[in-house]
């Protein structure tokens, strides 16, 4: 699987985006799926998780209830809806794929290349 992401962009503060992650390639349905990001000088985190059927989903504490991930198998492809945008939500926004349980956060091992999402104050 390959992973292609897209929609990040410059948003004010209380405002909202949508992040798309495609995927190329064969069974992408059983593939957990999950979004993280890094802004500048820190570490990447962790920020949303979902399983393979989209049943299941998991958040980073900083981004409940702000944050939704879903997937939609038929067209390959995983969203990250954010809303009520933080200037502290500004970095790279990456998506990932494993072969693992969902929440199992180090086992993440097919990325995507970033989209950048900046949250002006």
């Known amino acids: 699987v390959q992973l292609q992401a897209s929609g990040g962009g410059l948003v004010q503060a209380g405002g909202a985006l949508r992040l798309s992650c495609a995927a190329s390639?064969?069974?992408?349905?059983?593939?957990?799926m999950a979004w993280f990001r890094q802004a500048p000088g820190e570490d990447r985190e962790f920020v949303a998780a979902?399983?393979?059927?989209?049943?299941?989903?998991a958040y980073a504490d900083s981004v409940k209830g702000r944050f939704t991930i879903s997937r939609d198998n038929a067209k390959n492809t995983v969203y990250l809806q954010m809303n009520s945008l933080k200037p502290e939500d500004t970095a790279v926004y990456y998506c990932?794929?494993?072969?693992?349980?969902?929440?199992?956060?180090?086992?993440?091992?097919?990325w995507g290349q970033g989209t950048q999402v900046t949250v002006s104050s």
């Open positions: 990932a794929g494993s072969t693992k349980y969902y929440t199992n956060y180090e086992a993440y091992d097919t």
């Open positions: 390639g064969r069974f992408f349905s059983r593939y957990s």
């Open positions: 979902i399983n393979e059927r989209g049943a299941w989903a």
